[in-house]
């Protein structure tokens, strides 16, 4: 039997008029987000998952 993997809410962000987002710090400092970096969006299991992509 697999374990689940382990959730921890990060953070929150409302979305603006103008259908933007703000990474909160604790998810910036966390995975070490800079200015600059390209971040992708996933659906999984009908979850939206936020990653920092890896290409450039």
Known sequence: MS???K???LGMST???K???TIPKK???KH???IGDTVVFVEEDERIVIAKSTEY
């Open 7 to 9: 959730r921890e809410i």
């Open 32 to 34: 070490q987000l800079k």
């Open 3 to 5: 374990k689940d993997p």
């Open 19 to 21: 259908f933007q987002v």
């Open 15 to 17: 979305i603006t008029y």
């Open 27 to 29: 998810v910036r400092e």
